[in-house]
């Protein structure tokens, strides 16, 4: 069936180094991606999303890329802070009607060492 | 000021006792969503309201029900609840996309989540 994986469940980086954390996607007609943060005990927080016409896009120290041929997406995150540690999720967004619904990853926890 | 509010942020409840979890969204969104997360895994669907049309996920477990009475609330009833549904449960909101054709995405608004524990 169709899925969103990630491929590390953990990551450690030490705070202001770049990190990078992974995403494979096996539906090759979805056309919308999003990354999600969630700290503990809180809901998902939309960070940026791509649309499948793109292979990337930036933001305020994050940047998604995408590589359609392999399914393949990736989260960047430039000179990382204490506060970038939390859960991070991308999803594939499904449409039904007027409704989006989201598939998500596994998810992967970044850690932030200071 | 939170735009999607869910109520109780904890709850505790029997196993087998009826419980049923709430939300509301001041963002007047006319499509709502119920996900369940398990510890240590993604949130998942369990289903959706597109204005009063109830939308249930193929492999959502009877046990769980939903009621929209009005836009900006919508219930999430678990009917007899074991221990296996002890999880996060996340309230999304998001404007719906009828009309506006492939391509067009409009954010999804979380919930902090409520939190149930089966005893």
């Known amino acids: 069936g169709e899925s969103v994986g990630l491929h590390l469940p953990t990551l450690s980086v030490q705070e202001g180094d770049n990190s990078i954390i992974n995403c494979a996607y096996s539906?090759?007609?979805?056309?919308?991606f999003i990354w999600y943060k969630q700290e503990s005990g809180k809901g998902p927080q939309f960070i940026i999303d791509?649309?499948?016409?793109?292979d990337k896009r930036q933001g305020q120290r994050v940047t998604v890329l995408l590589n359609k041929t392999v399914k393949h997406l990736s989260l960047q995150i430039a000179a990382t802070q204490p506060g970038d540690s939390a859960v991070y999720f991308c999803?594939?967004?499904?449409?039904?009607?007027?409704?989006?619904?989201?598939?998500f990853g596994q998810g992967t926890r970044l850690t932030i060492n200071p | 000021d939170a735009m999607v509010i869910q109520n109780p942020r904890y709850q505790v409840t029997q196993f087998g006792k009826p419980v049923t979890l709430s939300c509301s969204q001041t963002?007047?969104?006319?499509?709502m969503y119920w996900y369940q997360q398990k510890s240590s895994q993604a949130p998942k669907l369990l289903f959706h309201?597109?204005?009063?049309?109830?939308?249930n996920e193929a492999d959502t477990p009877d046990n769980f029900q939903s009621r929209r009475p009005n836009t900006s609330f919508c219930f999430l009833d678990i009917r007899s609840p074991g221990l296996g549904d002890a999880a996060m449960y996340l309230c999304?909101?998001?404007?719906?996309?009828?009309?506006?054709?492939?391509?067009?995405?409009?954010?999804?608004?979380f919930g902090p989540g409520t939190r149930l524990t089966v005893l």
């Open positions: 963002l007047n969104h006319n499509v």
């Open positions: 999304a909101t998001s404007r719906g996309t009828s009309g506006r054709g492939r391509g067009s995405y409009n954010e999804q608004f």
């Open positions: 791509i649309r499948s016409n793109m």
């Open positions: 309201y597109y204005d009063k049309d109830f939308n």
């Open positions: 999803a594939e967004m499904n449409r039904q009607g007027g409704a989006q619904k989201l598939v």
């Open positions: 539906n090759s007609a979805s056309d919308y």
